[in-house]
Protein backbone atom coordinates (compact mmCIF):
# COMPACT_ATOMS: atom_id res chain seq x y z
CA UNK A 1 0.00 0.00 0.00
CA UNK A 2 3.15 2.57 1.14
CA UNK A 3 4.61 1.51 -2.67
CA UNK A 4 1.47 2.80 -4.27
CA UNK A 5 0.87 5.81 -2.50
CA UNK A 6 4.25 6.58 -3.14
CA UNK A 7 3.63 5.87 -7.27
CA UNK A 8 0.65 8.74 -6.90
CA UNK A 9 2.86 11.20 -5.21
CA UNK A 10 5.22 10.84 -8.28
CA UNK A 11 2.64 11.37 -11.20
CA UNK A 12 1.35 14.52 -9.22
CA UNK A 13 4.32 16.12 -8.73
CA UNK A 14 5.54 15.07 -12.34
CA UNK A 15 1.90 16.31 -13.33
CA UNK A 16 2.21 19.52 -11.44
CA UNK A 17 5.55 20.12 -12.31
CA UNK A 18 4.88 19.61 -16.42
CA UNK A 19 2.04 22.60 -15.80
CA UNK A 20 3.98 24.84 -14.40
CA UNK A 21 6.69 24.46 -16.93
CA UNK A 22 7.40 28.00 -18.41
CA UNK A 23 9.03 26.94 -21.30
CA UNK A 24 6.17 24.90 -22.75
CA UNK A 25 4.82 25.80 -26.13
CA UNK A 26 1.91 27.45 -26.39
CA UNK A 27 -0.97 26.48 -28.14
CA UNK A 28 -2.92 28.16 -30.94
CA UNK A 29 -6.60 27.46 -31.51
CA UNK A 30 -6.06 26.93 -35.23
CA UNK A 31 -9.84 27.68 -36.16
CA UNK A 32 -9.16 31.42 -35.19
CA UNK A 33 -7.93 33.42 -38.12
CA UNK A 34 -5.58 35.89 -36.82
CA UNK A 35 -5.24 39.07 -39.03
CA UNK A 36 -2.31 41.54 -39.06
CA UNK A 37 -3.29 45.09 -40.18
CA UNK A 38 -2.25 48.43 -41.36
CA UNK A 39 -3.74 51.25 -41.76
CA UNK A 40 -2.95 54.64 -42.96
CA UNK A 41 -4.40 58.17 -44.46
CA UNK A 42 -5.04 59.52 -47.75
CA UNK A 43 -1.29 60.58 -47.46
CA UNK A 44 0.44 57.54 -46.53
CA UNK A 45 0.80 58.15 -43.23
CA UNK A 46 0.55 55.37 -40.82
CA UNK A 47 -2.67 55.42 -38.21
CA UNK A 48 -1.79 54.16 -34.70
CA UNK A 49 -4.51 55.19 -32.52
CA UNK A 50 -7.67 53.01 -34.00
CA UNK A 51 -9.82 50.95 -31.10
CA UNK A 52 -11.78 47.68 -31.93
CA UNK A 53 -14.59 49.44 -32.48
CA UNK A 54 -13.27 51.29 -35.88
CA UNK A 55 -12.97 47.64 -37.51
CA UNK A 56 -15.72 45.49 -38.51
CA UNK A 57 -14.30 42.35 -40.71
CA UNK A 58 -16.20 40.08 -43.32
CA UNK A 59 -15.45 36.83 -44.72
CA UNK A 60 -16.94 35.84 -48.04
CA UNK A 61 -19.04 38.71 -47.58
CA UNK A 62 -20.33 38.08 -43.84
CA UNK A 63 -20.00 39.71 -41.23
CA UNK A 64 -17.70 38.64 -38.45
CA UNK A 65 -17.24 39.06 -34.86
CA UNK A 66 -13.83 40.25 -33.73
CA UNK A 67 -12.71 37.88 -30.44
CA UNK A 68 -9.53 39.77 -30.01
CA UNK A 69 -7.74 42.93 -31.02
CA UNK A 70 -3.91 44.17 -30.43
CA UNK A 71 -2.53 47.49 -30.81
CA UNK A 72 0.34 48.82 -32.41
CA UNK A 73 2.44 48.73 -29.43
CA UNK A 74 1.98 45.22 -28.57
CA UNK A 75 5.52 43.27 -29.22
CA UNK A 76 6.52 41.51 -32.49
CA UNK A 77 8.23 38.17 -33.04
CA UNK A 78 10.44 38.50 -35.76
CA UNK A 79 12.53 37.00 -37.81
CA UNK A 80 15.37 38.63 -40.14
CA UNK A 81 16.75 36.63 -43.30
CA UNK A 82 19.66 37.64 -45.22
CA UNK A 83 20.86 36.10 -48.31
CA UNK A 84 24.41 35.63 -48.10
CA UNK A 85 24.61 33.55 -51.55
CA UNK A 86 27.24 34.43 -54.08
CA UNK A 87 24.99 37.27 -55.50
CA UNK A 88 25.98 39.07 -52.53
CA UNK A 89 29.48 38.77 -52.09
CA UNK A 90 29.88 43.06 -53.13
CA UNK A 91 27.88 44.62 -50.78
CA UNK A 92 27.57 42.46 -47.64
CA UNK A 93 28.52 45.20 -45.44
CA UNK A 94 25.37 47.50 -47.15
CA UNK A 95 23.57 44.58 -45.79
CA UNK A 96 24.85 44.85 -42.63
CA UNK A 97 24.78 47.99 -41.97
CA UNK A 98 21.30 48.25 -43.18
CA UNK A 99 19.91 45.14 -41.19
CA UNK A 100 21.37 46.60 -38.32
CA UNK A 101 19.34 49.89 -38.43
CA UNK A 102 16.37 47.96 -38.89
CA UNK A 103 16.78 46.51 -36.10
CA UNK A 104 17.47 49.83 -34.34
CA UNK A 105 14.00 51.15 -35.38
CA UNK A 106 11.99 47.88 -33.71
CA UNK A 107 10.86 47.77 -30.20
CA UNK A 108 12.92 46.47 -27.16
CA UNK A 109 10.19 44.06 -26.23
CA UNK A 110 10.12 42.73 -29.93
CA UNK A 111 12.13 39.39 -30.04
CA UNK A 112 13.94 38.59 -32.95
CA UNK A 113 15.92 35.83 -34.73
CA UNK A 114 18.42 35.87 -37.37
CA UNK A 115 19.03 33.56 -40.18
CA UNK A 116 21.40 33.27 -43.27
CA UNK A 117 21.11 31.66 -46.40
CA UNK A 118 23.29 30.19 -49.36
CA UNK A 119 24.14 26.67 -49.87
CA UNK A 120 22.88 26.07 -46.93
CA UNK A 121 20.42 27.70 -43.95
CA UNK A 122 22.05 29.18 -40.58
CA UNK A 123 20.49 30.08 -37.37
CA UNK A 124 22.71 32.64 -36.11
CA UNK A 125 20.52 32.99 -32.97
CA UNK A 126 17.44 32.17 -31.61
CA UNK A 127 14.91 34.19 -30.42
CA UNK A 128 16.08 37.08 -28.27
CA UNK A 129 15.28 40.85 -27.18
CA UNK A 130 19.14 41.26 -26.25
CA UNK A 131 20.30 43.62 -28.98
CA UNK A 132 24.15 42.63 -28.47
CA UNK A 133 23.22 39.28 -29.52
CA UNK A 134 21.33 40.20 -32.54
CA UNK A 135 24.34 42.47 -34.03
CA UNK A 136 26.82 40.03 -33.49
CA UNK A 137 24.60 37.71 -35.52
CA UNK A 138 24.02 40.22 -38.09
CA UNK A 139 28.28 41.17 -38.23
CA UNK A 140 29.01 37.62 -38.60
CA UNK A 141 26.52 36.53 -40.95
CA UNK A 142 28.89 35.55 -44.22
CA UNK A 143 28.40 32.54 -46.05
CA UNK A 144 31.02 30.83 -47.82
CA UNK A 145 32.93 32.10 -50.73
CA UNK A 146 32.28 29.47 -54.53
CA UNK A 147 28.79 28.52 -52.66
CA UNK A 148 26.30 29.69 -55.18
CA UNK A 149 22.87 28.10 -54.43
CA UNK A 150 20.62 30.05 -53.40
CA UNK A 151 17.99 27.79 -50.33
CA UNK A 152 15.59 30.65 -49.93
CA UNK A 153 12.26 28.57 -49.18
CA UNK A 154 14.40 26.76 -47.23
CA UNK A 155 15.33 29.61 -44.92
CA UNK A 156 11.45 31.34 -45.22
CA UNK A 157 10.45 27.16 -44.13
CA UNK A 158 12.75 27.21 -41.15
CA UNK A 159 12.03 30.75 -40.37
CA UNK A 160 7.95 29.78 -40.18
CA UNK A 161 9.10 26.54 -37.90
CA UNK A 162 10.39 29.04 -35.72
CA UNK A 163 7.83 31.02 -35.51
CA UNK A 164 5.32 28.57 -35.03
CA UNK A 165 7.58 27.72 -30.92
CA UNK A 166 6.50 31.87 -30.70
CA UNK A 167 2.96 30.72 -29.23
CA UNK A 168 0.47 33.87 -29.32
CA UNK A 169 2.81 36.66 -30.37
CA UNK A 170 2.28 38.85 -33.27
CA UNK A 171 4.86 37.08 -35.70
CA UNK A 172 6.65 38.85 -38.92
CA UNK A 173 9.41 37.75 -41.56
CA UNK A 174 11.88 39.81 -43.50
CA UNK A 175 13.76 38.77 -45.81
CA UNK A 176 16.70 40.22 -48.00
CA UNK A 177 16.99 38.48 -51.15
CA UNK A 178 16.97 38.82 -55.38
CA UNK A 179 14.39 35.97 -55.59
CA UNK A 180 16.50 33.72 -56.93
CA UNK A 181 15.66 30.49 -55.18
CA UNK A 182 17.82 27.58 -56.52
CA UNK A 183 15.11 24.94 -56.59
CA UNK A 184 12.81 26.86 -57.69
CA UNK A 185 14.72 28.46 -60.68
CA UNK A 186 15.05 24.55 -61.66
CA UNK A 187 11.83 23.95 -61.71
CA UNK A 188 10.96 26.62 -64.13
CA UNK A 189 13.65 26.04 -66.76
CA UNK A 190 12.26 22.61 -66.78
CA UNK A 191 9.29 23.89 -67.80
CA UNK A 192 10.36 26.45 -69.48
CA UNK A 193 13.24 24.32 -71.67
CA UNK A 194 9.87 22.83 -73.59
CA UNK A 195 8.84 25.91 -75.10
CA UNK A 196 9.61 28.09 -78.03
CA UNK A 197 11.51 31.42 -77.03
CA UNK A 198 7.77 33.27 -78.14
CA UNK A 199 5.80 30.91 -76.12
CA UNK A 200 8.15 31.76 -72.63
CA UNK A 201 6.71 34.80 -71.22
CA UNK A 202 3.51 34.43 -68.72
CA UNK A 203 3.86 30.25 -69.90
CA UNK A 204 4.22 29.15 -66.11
CA UNK A 205 2.03 30.09 -63.53
CA UNK A 206 4.23 31.60 -60.28
CA UNK A 207 1.74 30.67 -57.56
CA UNK A 208 1.77 26.73 -59.30
CA UNK A 209 4.83 26.36 -57.58
CA UNK A 210 5.16 23.81 -54.71
CA UNK A 211 7.56 25.77 -52.70
CA UNK A 212 5.63 29.18 -53.17
CA UNK A 213 2.63 26.79 -51.94
CA UNK A 214 3.92 25.26 -48.97
CA UNK A 215 5.28 28.90 -47.72
CA UNK A 216 2.09 30.65 -48.36
CA UNK A 217 0.16 27.75 -46.14
CA UNK A 218 2.69 27.71 -43.11
CA UNK A 219 2.35 31.55 -43.34
CA UNK A 220 -1.38 31.58 -43.08
CA UNK A 221 -1.78 28.80 -40.46
CA UNK A 222 0.74 30.47 -38.30
CA UNK A 223 -0.21 33.93 -39.20
CA UNK A 224 3.11 35.64 -40.42
CA UNK A 225 3.13 38.74 -42.21
CA UNK A 226 6.37 38.56 -44.93
CA UNK A 227 8.24 41.62 -46.35
CA UNK A 228 10.47 40.82 -48.83
CA UNK A 229 13.36 43.28 -49.43
CA UNK A 230 14.20 43.04 -53.40
CA UNK A 231 17.50 43.79 -54.49
CA UNK A 232 19.09 44.53 -57.32
CA UNK A 233 21.18 42.13 -58.61
CA UNK A 234 20.85 39.02 -61.55
CA UNK A 235 18.68 41.29 -63.61
CA UNK A 236 18.57 40.32 -66.89
CA UNK A 237 17.55 43.77 -68.23
CA UNK A 238 20.56 44.70 -67.31
CA UNK A 239 22.27 42.34 -70.17
CA UNK A 240 23.48 43.61 -73.14
CA UNK A 241 21.51 40.74 -75.17
CA UNK A 242 19.38 38.69 -72.12
CA UNK A 243 17.77 35.27 -73.68
CA UNK A 244 14.23 35.09 -73.29
CA UNK A 245 14.30 32.50 -70.73
CA UNK A 246 16.48 34.43 -68.45
CA UNK A 247 13.90 36.82 -69.00
CA UNK A 248 10.77 34.57 -67.52
CA UNK A 249 13.22 32.97 -64.65
CA UNK A 250 13.78 36.43 -63.32
CA UNK A 251 10.48 37.48 -63.76
CA UNK A 252 9.04 34.64 -61.84
CA UNK A 253 11.34 34.61 -59.35
CA UNK A 254 10.18 38.60 -58.72
CA UNK A 255 6.68 37.82 -58.95
CA UNK A 256 6.83 34.75 -56.28
CA UNK A 257 8.34 37.33 -54.12
CA UNK A 258 5.42 39.68 -54.59
CA UNK A 259 2.97 36.91 -53.78
CA UNK A 260 4.71 36.25 -50.35
CA UNK A 261 4.27 39.65 -49.45
CA UNK A 262 0.65 40.52 -50.90
CA UNK A 263 -0.72 37.05 -49.55
CA UNK A 264 0.23 37.24 -45.85
CA UNK A 265 -0.47 40.94 -45.88
CA UNK A 266 3.23 42.34 -46.04
CA UNK A 267 4.62 44.42 -48.24
CA UNK A 268 7.44 43.71 -51.60
CA UNK A 269 9.95 46.61 -51.59
CA UNK A 270 12.03 46.74 -54.74
CA UNK A 271 16.05 47.95 -54.06
CA UNK A 272 16.86 49.93 -56.73
CA UNK A 273 20.03 51.07 -55.64
CA UNK A 274 21.81 49.97 -52.91
CA UNK A 275 22.01 53.23 -51.16
CA UNK A 276 18.32 52.88 -50.61
CA UNK A 277 18.87 49.51 -48.25
CA UNK A 278 18.72 51.53 -45.21
CA UNK A 279 15.20 53.67 -46.10
CA UNK A 280 13.80 50.79 -47.39
CA UNK A 281 14.56 48.78 -44.22
CA UNK A 282 13.53 51.55 -41.65
CA UNK A 283 10.57 51.93 -43.60
CA UNK A 284 9.38 48.01 -43.27
CA UNK A 285 10.45 48.69 -39.32
CA UNK A 286 7.63 51.27 -39.33
CA UNK A 287 5.73 49.19 -41.00
CA UNK A 288 5.79 46.54 -38.41
CA UNK A 289 5.31 48.97 -35.78
CA UNK A 290 2.51 50.41 -37.31
CA UNK A 291 0.33 46.59 -37.51
CA UNK A 292 -2.64 45.99 -35.24
CA UNK A 293 -3.75 42.35 -34.77
CA UNK A 294 -7.64 41.33 -34.85
CA UNK A 295 -8.85 37.35 -34.56
CA UNK A 296 -12.36 36.61 -34.65
CA UNK A 297 -13.72 32.98 -35.01
CA UNK A 298 -15.34 32.03 -38.87
CA UNK A 299 -18.97 31.43 -38.70
CA UNK A 300 -18.22 29.61 -41.47
CA UNK A 301 -16.58 26.12 -40.03
CA UNK A 302 -16.31 24.00 -42.72
CA UNK A 303 -12.24 22.76 -43.75
CA UNK A 304 -13.45 22.02 -47.45
CA UNK A 305 -10.17 23.39 -48.34
CA UNK A 306 -11.61 26.19 -50.45
CA UNK A 307 -10.62 29.89 -50.43
CA UNK A 308 -12.15 32.02 -47.97
CA UNK A 309 -12.17 36.26 -48.85
CA UNK A 310 -11.46 38.58 -46.25
CA UNK A 311 -12.89 42.40 -46.22
CA UNK A 312 -12.44 44.88 -43.85
CA UNK A 313 -14.55 48.02 -43.58
CA UNK A 314 -12.84 51.00 -41.51
CA UNK A 315 -15.50 53.99 -39.85
CA UNK A 316 -13.39 56.42 -41.26
CA UNK A 317 -13.58 56.14 -44.92
CA UNK A 318 -10.18 58.47 -45.55
CA UNK A 319 -8.40 55.96 -44.25
CA UNK A 320 -6.94 52.32 -46.03
CA UNK A 321 -6.27 49.25 -44.68
CA UNK A 322 -3.73 46.56 -45.97
CA UNK A 323 -4.17 43.11 -44.54
CA UNK A 324 -3.58 39.29 -45.87
CA UNK A 325 -6.85 38.88 -48.27
CA UNK A 326 -8.08 35.72 -47.42
CA UNK A 327 -7.41 32.14 -46.41
CA UNK A 328 -7.92 28.31 -47.36
CA UNK A 329 -10.10 26.47 -45.20
CA UNK A 330 -7.96 23.69 -44.21
Known amino acids: MRFFVLILVFFFLAGFTFAQDPDDDITVDSSVVRLNVGVVNSTG ?7 RSNFKIFEDGIAQDISHFEPTSAPFSVVLILDMSGSTLGFRQNIKFSASRFIDALSPDDRVSVLEFYNRVNVLNGFTTDRSKIYHSIKVSNGKKGETKTQLFRAIDLALDKLATEGSRRKAIIVLTDG ?53 TNDPRKFIDPLP ?54 KNVKKDGKWREIKLKLNMPDLVYTTRPGYFAQ
Open 45 to 51: RPITNLS
Open 180 to 232: ADTAARDMDRNQLNKLEDSEMTGAVNPEENPLLKSALDKASKYSVTIYPLALP
Open 245 to 298: IQLAMYDLARERLNILATRTGGEMHKINRLEEMGVLYARVAANVRSLYTIEYQP
